[in-house]
């Protein structure tokens, strides 16, 4: 099956500081899709991004598909912004999901 | 325009016992799919269900089984828990898993004991 790696495991920023988080997956996929998971378990979409480069407020991601890689980018980071990311590939109707990055803003 | 809500939010389940679980999809999505978070495995697909057929299942044991209704709600059920069933629940509905992305709801916490 596909496999999906994320990078870093674990990111600890100050407040204001920018991130890149990385997910890198092993086979042609469909569509990949970035999550937070938020502290009550919820996973939140933030981008739908099988492939270019899409921006929401302070995030935005870019999939380059030939290369099988997908990057997310964080600006002027707020406490708000921690958890966990998790990058998630579809294929044969299901995702399959990266361990994720945990992401610690400091105030 | 509601989301995905699950059903219940928190479940305490002795060992032995069976569970189901609800999912109500966004409306008009007809793809209802399951996953599995536990600290140790991550997040795993169960299965996934489009107008009532099962198109894909995950490699978990029988004991996990689940169904789409002609709505679209979907039910997991558990037969028989153990303690490593002990995980958070999602559930997650597309209106077509590959053209459009997935929504997930806010998950049922199952706890064995």
């Known amino acids: 099956g596909i496999q999906v790696e994320q990078s870093p495991p674990d990111l600890i920023l100050q407040e204001g500081a920018n991130s890149t988080l990385r997910c890198n997956f092993s086979?042609?996929?469909?569509?990949l899709q970035w999550f937070h998971q938020n502290p009550w378990g919820q996973l939140i979409n933030l981008f739908y991004i099988p492939s270019g480069t899409k921006q929401n407020g302070r995030l935005s991601a870019t999939t380059v598909a030939t290369e099988r890689y997908s990057l997310l980018y964080i600006s002027s980071s707020q406490t708000t912004d921690s958890g966990v990311y998790f990058c998630?590939?579809?294929?044969?109707?299901?995702?399959?999901f990266g361990t994720g990055t945990r992401l610690t803003i400091i105030p | 325009k509601a989301g995905v809500t699950q059903t219940p939010r928190y479940l305490i389940k002795t060992r032995g016992q069976q569970v189901t679980l609800s999912c109500s999809p966004i409306?008009?999505?007809?793809?209802v799919s399951w996953y599995q978070q536990t600290p140790g495995q991550g997040l795993q697909f169960l299965f996934e269900?489009?107008?009532?057929?099962?198109?894909n299942k995950g490699n978990f044991p029988g004991r996990f089984s689940g169904r789409q209704f002609s709505n679209s709600r979907s039910e997991m059920n558990v037969s028989t828990l153990e303690l490593g069933d002990s995980a958070l629940y999602l559930c997650?509905?597309?209106?077509?898993?590959?053209?459009?992305?997935?929504?997930f709801g806010s998950g049922t916490r199952l706890t064995v004991v």
């Open positions: 409306s008009g999505h007809r793809s």
């Open positions: 269900y489009f107008s009532e057929t099962q198109r």
């Open positions: 997650a509905s597309s209106p077509d898993t590959t053209l459009y992305g997935y929504t």
């Open positions: 998630a590939v579809e294929g044969n109707e299901k995702l399959t």
């Open positions: 086979d042609s996929v469909n569509n």
